[in-house]
């Protein structure tokens, strides 16, 4: 199908977009298009205006600042997964991102896009969950910054006011001895996960795991940390008893029950996939 | 609303200008305003990769990108991939070699992602190979001949490039 028709707007600069932004209610901003673009042609979404967000070059761009790694929104995932300083800092990022789509949707998809579409199932949502990275958000009346778990307020749908956009998303890697697993389950290679599951853990001196994290995405309305989990693993050694325990927490969250999977079988993917994410990362232990 | 936009960009190296409504996308508009039918439209909604062309060197899905966000852009589209003379891309004699098509309609789509894949990683395997085509729907052959011909063609190109 088509889209139904729309005024097209190109601005060149940040504050002339969130001017357009701020005089038009409605309007939809357009980053990668990824998912506004079938949303648009399957006329889900009929805005009057689109404001198209890919001539601002100052979006796009991967920038270490202070021990941080700030990410413009414009920045596509073709550009994340080839990125050094993604490779080196951020590597269950890169791993996520290789189920992300395929390569033609990577070479246009950006990281903002994602974030702001929210899908429940999306890779990069998850990741920023994992990370508990820090979305930039900016207005005719002002930046701020909004924590990761604030950020999604119900089901596909990010905490920004109608006239904010997204310009980054922050990222505070972790340093020391960490580890990394990145699992999930699609019925086709590409597709939205049934379910997705990510670990990071940080390893003290004695060996013992001092710091972990654990996001489930695909299971709840946005992507889902594990605290009972993290504190299972907080302190242990890590050894396959203290993670078969800690991937038990998985299966008692409440899960979606949609057309793709019931909730029980969601809730049996949590454990399995959590389970994998965590022999995934001590298999192969990152710097 | 209805209100048509210029759009100037080049295509197989050639300039082209044309107008559009702002709701058009690229693949309609090379098929329409520009007449370059070998683009395929499919879905319509990014899932099929029949409308796949190289946007500044990138494969992208041409029903997922406005023809205006390709205003000043270099478009490359299969009519672009044989030599002037008629000779055949390496990725279109391995086609035709390996029997990698039977109605067609995916391939311009598959052959325009292959060339970005052949150009990062053409030494990509088997395994590799499939990944890359997982963007790409056909529904005739059973993708077989289609993952065979990629790797003759990646094996021909990057030979030349060692040689």
């Known amino acids: 199908m088509k889209p ?39 006329r889900y979404v009929m805005p009057d205006d689109v404001i198209d967000l890919n001539r601002i070059d100052t979006l796009a761009g991967i920038a270490e600042e202070g021990g941080r790694v700030r990410i413009g929104g414009m920045t596509r995932q073709r550009d994340l997964e080839r990125s050094p300083v993604v490779a080196r800092h951020l590597p269950v990022m890169r791993e996520a991102l290789r189920w992300v789509g395929h390569i033609q949707t990577r070479n246009r998809g950006t990281i903002g896009g994602s974030l702001c579409h929210l899908d429940p199932a999306a890779e990069l949502p998850a990741i920023a969950m994992l990370y508990d990275a820090e979305v930039s958000a900016i207005s005719v009346r002002g930046e701020r910054s909004i924590a990761m778990a604030e950020f999604p307020a119900f089901y596909m749908t990010p905490a920004l006011e109608p006239d904010e956009a997204l310009t980054a998303v922050t990222f505070t890697p972790w340093t020391g001895r960490t580890a990394f697993g990145f699992v999930e389950f699609s019925r086709r290679h590409g597709d939205f996960a ?59 969250i409440e899960a979606m029950d949609d057309a793709h999977a019931g909730a029980d079988y969601r809730r049996h993917l949590a454990r399995v996939l959590t389970g994998r994410a965590l022999a995934q990362a001590v298999a192969r232990p990152a710097a | 609303m209805d209100d048509t936009i210029a759009v100037a960009l080049r295509v197989n190296g050639r300039t082209f200008q044309g107008r559009c409504e702002p709701r058009t996308h690229l693949a309609d508009f090379l098929r329409h305003e520009l007449g370059l039918t070998g683009t395929h439209v499919g879905c319509e909604h990014g899932v099929c990769g029949a409308c796949t062309v ?61 060339v970005e894949v052949l150009n990062d990683t053409p030494d990509a395997d088997e395994a590799e190979m499939r990944e890359a085509l997982s963007g790409n729907l056909c529904r005739c052959t059973g993708y077989q001949n289609i993952v065979k011909a990629a790797l003759t063609a990646a094996k021909a190109v990057s030979g030349v490039r060692g040689a």
């Open chain 1, 4 to 42: 139904a028709p729309f005024r097209y707007h190109a601005p060149r600069s940040v504050a002339d977009a969130v001017g357009l932004l701020a005089e038009r209610p409605g309007a939809r901003l357009l980053s990668g298009g990824q998912s506004l673009m079938p949303m648009l042609n399957l």
């Open chain 2, 54 to 114: 190289l946007v500044d060197g990138r494969a992208v899905r041409g029903c997922l990108m406005l023809a205006a966000q390709a205003d000043g852009a270099e478009v490359r589209t299969v009519e672009g991939l044989a030599a002037a003379d008629g000779t055949l891309h390496p990725l279109q004699a391995a086609f035709v070699e390996a029997h990698a098509l039977q109605c067609g309609f995916c391939t311009p789509g598959i052959l325009m992602t292959l």
């Open chain 1, 194 to 252: 049934v379910v997705s599951a990510a670990c990071l853990l940080g390893y003290g001196p004695d060996g013992r795991i001092d710091r972990a994290a654990l996001v489930l995405g695909g299971v709840g309305a946005a992507p889902l940390r594990l605290p009972d989990a993290e504190a299972r693993l907080t302190g242990s050694r890590g050894t396959s008893e203290d993670f078969t325990e800690a991937a038990a927490f998985a299966e008692r």
